[in-house]
């Protein structure tokens, strides 16, 4: 290592990759120097150790490659480090903002909002400003620094659930460090200090009694006079100008000096221990009447909550580990941190927060003992949060059934004739006058590889499943599926060659597949499309800009472009063995760009998109940081792009296929429940409140709830966007008691807008009138337009007749009419382990299947 490290960061950095290379642990554990910080790396490649990688292949000798600059280089605070590196992550602002201590360079870490200064770390609750948005103050933040000069941050270590931030300083010849482990869902803001002598401060002042400003130690009142010294483990204290009420807990036989206006809190001596904050008590009309608030006798509030907070405070997460098991048709996805101790305080159960979308993924005692604890003063965007005390959570979800490519059940019988009708008849499948399905092709400009990795994606895709299909109506022995699977081998593999005109190619700044771009020329149809850039892959135009391709070379929207990539590679995996074994190397490229699931693998990052704390994922990539934070729009893509991971794993014949597929059918579940948390609106809604009006969301924020996509505003494309593409596992997506509240208003306004069938959302409102009324569906589809799925509509290009009778055809409601065998019926809860092993089986005695759901 010593030749190429050239700081201490490089050199925990090159650790970082052998220590997660299983063969190196015990070779790195004799190593006496790098012992104690091989043992630190360990944690930070801990939580994805257990799975392997997918492919040991470097992604630089299997594309052309290339390295960032400028704007698209990692931020200061990732210091030398190079890929793989997170592109879309919770914390992502950090990384990309040019002042981190800017409202750019806010971190969500739920509860609070962080500021990383140069000097110090800022902690503010945030405050909900109108409809499904939250904003922050950092004059009324709280600070943990240090008189010392301390340069940072740096991003010391990451997992999936907590960021290590380090800020350090040479006096003289001793090191001085403050290291800050934002963990997910920690009530707690910790400092651990290493020979640095603590301050918190505020720009407020402390809330006076007449002309004293008081705070407690030990729960015993004292003057903040900036000449008395207070020996003590618990402070708390009242800010005058935000209302609000916080606690610092400090190790034992700690000394503090208080000053007011502004405020500080500084210990006398150097710390060789953490210090921690916590929020006690909300400001002004947020704080929760609720929470069991009261007063001492100079007004400093304490409360059961306050207590909680002391009781589980000698114990603080530092990092974290995530497990998964999958049994049937329920997937456990458990969480557990590495735990440190407060010095002096005795050792106790973590005390975590749950907001709605764990909630109900607990156990039913965890739910109960969750239900008992003293309420907390948080409620934000993700809704109200709620005490947890545990070091480990298990949290259960209801999986899409293990069916392969195909629907869960079999085809209506009266809807086959439709269907075959669509796939070769010759009266037309709305999309290219009397073209059947079967002959449907992508543009020129895609055939070559001239196009865009999203609208190429999604035709590919929609080749793929007219295949799928067909397959399902015993048509594989036919020259056209032959034919088919023919043309969606050569559209795909268009991709992989090395002489393709608009590479992809590795970025090995950062760690990631991404489209070279192409400006596109065909001389209006009088000359040989071509991209007329120059070729050389320094100028690629999407490098050049970011706006290009949905800017997918700074990492927005890879699962939803490379999901529909995968989603083909897994019809061929199917029906074209040879040559998906041919390509495979390329193919895993591909997958393992957003789909990685080993901190073991040299190329990727771990799981590009997904929030394992909330379960969905951010599309928002490292584009300039924004205060409202990461972001995405389109739910159903997220959720197709893990479908498509375990579509390649239910049919590859490999060593890989049984660890994609699980890995793949897990997300889509946690894509998912997250979404219909947070993207589908119910009446009964404690998340976003009264003032929003709408029953779904077109972009989530980390910090705001939008009712519009990146194209508009139409009520149309706002619901629409969550709809596409439709496969079988939207069922497991669209409960019906969410749809039955939507469906009606967005039928309506689509009706009513003029623009909605030339747009191409009409098809939309008919396949979710299928969750409700599947023969009402089909009368749906039976009204649109000759070109409601022509190549030149953005809004439907992706779909096809055929895919939506098959989606209407398919719907448990027909099975249960058709056939006497019960079906499998989803609920629209997330299930428990031990509650919900096997899922409803209701048996056809003149009932729809949703009737007999108790919700």
Not at 353 to 368: E, I, K, M, T
Not at 452 to 460: C, I, N, P, Q, V
């Amino acid at each position: 290592l010593g030749g190429e490290a050239k700081d201490a960061l490089s050199i925990t950095d090159a650790l970082r990759r052998m220590v997660c290379q299983p063969a190196c642990i015990a070779r790195m554990l004799t190593m006496p120097l790098a012992r104690l910080m091989a043992c630190h790396m360990l944690l930070a490649c801990a939580s994805a150790a257990g799975w392997e990688p997918l492919s040991t292949e470097n992604a630089w000798d299997l594309f052309p490659t290339v390295n960032r600059s400028s704007s698209a280089s990692p931020g200061r605070a990732f210091g030398s480090r190079t890929g793989p590196l997170p592109t879309n992550a919770w914390w992502e602002n950090l990384a990309t903002a040019m002042d981190t201590s800017s409202a750019e360079g806010n971190i969500f870490q739920m509860p609070y909002i962080v500021l990383a200064g140069g000097r110090a770390i800022h902690v503010m609750q945030p405050t909900t400003v109108e409809a499904a948005s939250q904003t922050f103050d950092k004059a009324n933040s709280l600070a943990l620094g240090s008189i010392e000069e301390l340069q940072g941050p740096l991003v010391d270590a990451w997992d999936e659930l907590s960021l290590s931030l380090a800020w350090s300083a040479y006096v003289g010849t001793q090191l001085t460090a403050m290291t800050v482990p934002l963990v997910r869902g920690s009530p707690y803001i910790t400092a651990e200090y290493t020979g640095t002598t603590p301050q918190l401060s505020s720009e407020q002042g402390l809330r006076k009694t007449g002309d004293v400003a008081f705070i407690l130690v030990d729960g015993k009142s004292k003057v903040c006079d900036a000449t008395s010294l207070y020996t003590g483990m618990v402070f708390a204290f009242d800010f005058a100008e935000s209302g609000a009420t916080w606690m610092v807990l400090a190790p034992e036989n700690s000394t503090w000096v208080c000053y007011n206006q502004p405020f500080s809190l500084v210990a006398v001596t150097p710390v060789y221990s953490a210090v921690r904050v916590a929020l006690i008590s909300r400001s002004g009309a947020d704080k929760a009447p609720s929470a069991g608030i009261g007063t001492d006798a100079n007004g400093l509030e304490t409360s059961a909550y306050a207590k909680l907070l002391v009781q589980h405070a000698g114990s603080y997460p530092a990092s974290s580990r995530i497990n998964f098991d999958i049994k049937g048709d329920v997937g456990t996805v458990s969480w557990e941190w590495e735990v440190r101790k407060l010095s002096g305080w005795r050792s106790a159960e973590l005390l975590q927060l749950a907001w709605p979308v764990h909630v109900p993924l607990f156990a039913s005692d965890v739910r109960a003992a969750v239900e008992a604890q003293p309420a907390t003063p948080f409620h934000d965007l993700r809704g109200p949060a709620k005490a947890v005390v545990g070091d480990r959570w298990d949290l259960h979800y209801e999986l899409f059934p293990d069916v392969g490519l195909f629907a869960p059940r079999t085809i209506a019988p009266q809807f086959r004739q439709d269907l075959l009708n669509a796939l070769k008849g010759d009266t037309g499948a709305l999309w290219s006058g009397t073209s059947p399905d079967s002959e449907f092709d992508l543009p020129l400009q895609y055939q070559v590889g001239l196009g865009d990795t999203y609208f190429s994606g999604k035709m590919l895709a929609r080749l793929a499943r007219t295949i799928v299909i067909a397959a399902e109506l015993g048509e594989s022995h036919t020259d056209y599926f032959v034919k088919m699977v023919s043309r969606l081998t050569q559209r795909l593999e268009v991709w992989l060659r090395d002489d393709t005109p608009a590479p992809l190619i590795y970025d090995r700044t950062w760690g990631g597949l991404i489209h070279c771009g192409c400006v596109y020329e065909d001389c209006q149809g009088r000359c040989t499309p071509r991209c007329k850039n120059s070729m050389a892959l320094t100028e690629c135009p999407a490098l050049l800009d970011v706006n290009m391709n949905f800017g997918n070379s700074v990492y927005n929207d890879h699962h939803f472009h490379y999901g529909y990539f995968v989603y083909a590679a897994a019809v061929l995996a199917k029906f074209n063995p040879s040559w998906e074994r041919r390509w495979r190397s390329k193919l895993l490229v591909i997958v393992r760009d957003y789909g990685n699931p080993s901190a073991a693998d040299n190329s990727f990052p771990v799981a590009r998109h997904k929030d394992w704390f909330l379960g969905f994922s951010w599309a928002g990539g490292i584009q300039a940081a924004t205060p409202n934070g990461r972001n995405q729009e389109s739910t159903s893509e997220a959720i197709n792009s893990y479908y498509a991971l375990y579509a390649y794993g239910s049919v590859v014949d490999a060593p890989f296929g049984n660890q994609l597929k699980d890995v793949g059918r897990l997300w889509m579940a946690m894509e998912s429940h997250g979404a219909d948390t947070y993207w589908h609106v119910r009446s009964n809604s404690d998340i976003y409140g009264s003032d929003f009006p709408h029953k779904v969301v077109g972009i989530l924020w980390e910090h705001a709830a939008q009712y519009r996509t990146w194209f508009g505003s139409k009520s149309y494309s706002v619901g629409g966007i969550q709809l596409l593409p439709f496969t079988p596992v939207m069922e497991h997506y669209l409960k019906m008691d969410w749809t039955a509240e939507h469906f009606a208003n967005f039928k309506s306004e689509c009706e009513q807008d003029p623009n909605c069938g030339p747009d191409g959302w009409s098809w939309t409102v008919c396949l979710e009138q299928a969750v409700l009324h599947p023969q009402e569906a089909k009368r749906c589809l039976d009204r649109l337009p000759q070109n409601a799925f022509s190549v030149n509509n953005s809004a439907a290009c992706g779909n096809s007749l055929t895919n939506s009778l098959h989606w209407i055809a398919t719907r448990p409601e027909l099975v249960l009419h058709d056939s006497p065998e019960p079906v499998q019926v989803f609920t629209t809860t997330a299930m428990n382990q031990e509650e919900a092993l096997a899922v409803e089986k209701i048996t056809p005695e003149g009932i729809y299947a949703h009737e007999a759901i108790d919700t």
